[in-house]
């Protein structure tokens, strides 16, 4: 990626390289149906982030019977799955749901089962280097364990499994390691560690400021633009979170007149507006920005993800088959008509090989920390615009993200000393070798591998050799 630098009061936006990518004011999802279709009722013609608000309305208006819904990007539908057993007599509301342009499917896990389940996992099976999230494509929780997960931790995980019963759950293995994406080097930089930038956003107080994930906000309270260069930001201590229920820090801009465009810079002049947050629906497809491997596309797999890292669990987060590398931690993941998603926080494997990746949900993150984002956000005109694409320059890049509510999750204790000993080991790791490699020629390749890479399925990831996989873990620490 290339970025120009920015001026003392321009803003530092997250930073990648895809064409063409224009933003779009978002529609409502009936208005996007097809004229021949708009006085039928039954499936319609949605645009991917017009079905996850779709979505979310139906949860609401189907309560205990909705089980989930994903984004079928074929036929370019949304499937709502209904619980068999708790619609019977309401044939009035799945009117109204067909009505609306969805598709129902039923099904035999209601959505409260799934997340029961889920929560069981999390009492019963939380090991390190696990991962657990809800697929409605499948209509199970799909567990996911990666390669320091054997022995008795295997069958501590296979056993919990079998105990939620037939077609509540399945586990695979991952050829990767679990590990949020930090590392020493280029974008936006605090001490030995390199991370990147999210989303510009307006705090409540209305200075500018922007988020990044939760494990760099605990590593340093202050990020460079430049390694060694002087502050621009201090992060929020107070609302920075990793590990426990997300995995998300706002940084406050030092200059309260910082000039914070709601965009992210694609390279080579190009930027997409960020109009609003919006909510991740299975089989959206998505964008990343990252310091390390620019642009990466692919789709979401799974919600209300938790993942066992090794510093701790972090609940919440948007499971991805998009493609990231240590030093994309923070980076953001937004759709093509300019909706933020989410803020990469970490997973397994790399652009290469592939791999499973999780992001903090946006939305979460911004209730969390009291932040606008958008139209009704970070402002700015078209100077403050080219500055943050200049300040996230040619060999300084961005990303992140994760959140959830961690009931019957390890202390508080537990979690800030898990967050001090992780942090203090990538710090240490970040300042090594691995900037070398992240920032590099690594960098570059990631780039362009990503884009084709980012959508290979599950199945492909699990095949990584193991020399793919040992490349990632050394370059990570």
């Known amino acids: 990626m290339s970025h120009k630098r920015a001026t003392k009061r321009k803003a530092f936006i997250a930073a990648g390289g895809v064409a063409a990518l224009g933003a779009a004011a978002l529609i409502l999802p009936n208005a996007m149906a097809s004229q021949t279709e708009s006085n039928q009722a039954g499936p319609k013609t949605l645009a991917a982030s017009d079905a996850s608000v779709l979505a979310a309305q139906l949860q609401k208006t189907l309560g205990e019977a909705f089980a989930g819904a994903y984004y079928d990007s074929g036929d370019k539908q949304l499937v709502v799955n209904v619980d068999g057993q708790r619609i019977q007599g309401a044939d009035n509301v799945l009117a109204q749901a067909e009505q609306a342009g969805a598709e129902i499917r039923e099904v035999d896990n209601s ?104 494990h760099c906000g605990v590593v340093e309270a202050e990020w460079s633009e430049e390694e060694g260069g002087a502050p621009i930001g201090t992060v929020d201590a107070q609302t920075a979170t990793f590990p426990g229920a997300g995995d998300f820090a ?44 620019g642009l990466a596309d692919g789709q979401v797999t799974g919600l209300d993800a938790t993942v066992n890292y090794p510093e701790g669990t972090v609940t919440g987060l948007i499971q991805t088959n998009v493609c990231a590398e240590p030093g994309d931690s923070g980076g953001s993941l937004f759709t093509q008509d300019g909706q933020a998603i989410g803020l990469t926080s970490g997973g397994s494997g790399d652009c290469t090989v592939g791999g499973e990746t999780f992001f903090q949900p946006v939305t979460t993150a911004l209730a969390a920390v009291g932040a606008t ?38 202390g508080a204790g537990q979690e800030e000393g898990a967050a001090a000993a992780g942090a203090g080991e990538q710090a240490a790791g970040g300042a090594g070798d691995a900037g070398d490699a992240g920032a590099g020629d690594k960098g570059d390749a990631g780039a362009v591998a990503g884009a084709g890479d980012a959508g290979a399925g599950q199945e492909q990831q699990q095949g990584a050799d193991d020399q793919g996989v040992d490349q990632q873990g050394n370059a990570g620490r």
Do not use: H
Not at 120 to 140: C, E, F, H, M, S
Not at 374 to 382: I, N, P, S
Not at 383 to 393: I, N, P, S, T
């Open 250 to 293: 706002l940084v406050k801009y030092n200059d309260p007149a910082t000039q914070a465009a709601s965009t992210v810079d694609l390279g080579n002049g190009q930027t997409v507006n960020i109009n609003a947050a919006g909510e991740a629906t299975v089989g959206l497809q998505v964008f990343r920005m990252g310091s390390t491997t």
């Open 111 to 214: 959505w409260s089962e799934l997340k029961a389940g889920a929560a069981t996992l999390k009492k019963q099976a939380t090991v390190p280097g696990t991962a657990w999230a809800i697929d409605p494509r499948t209509n199970k929780i799909q567990v996911t364990a990666d390669s320091t997960v054997t022995g008795e931790k295997w069958d501590t995980v296979e056993s919990t499994v079998k105990s939620l019963g037939a077609g509540m759950a399945t586990v695979k293995k991952s050829a990767g390691t679990f590990k949020p994406f930090l590392e020493g080097g280029d974008a936006i930089f605090g001490g030995g560690a390199r991370c990147s930038a999210g989303f510009n956003v307006t705090n409540a107080d209305g200075t500018p400021g922007f988020l990044t994930a939760g």
């Open 373 to 410: 984002i958008g139209e009704g956000g970070a402002g700015a005109g078209e100077e403050a615009a080219g500055g943050a694409g200049d300040a996230a320059g040619a060999g300084e890049e961005a990303a992140g993200g994760a959140g959830e509510q961690a009931a019957g999750g390890a």
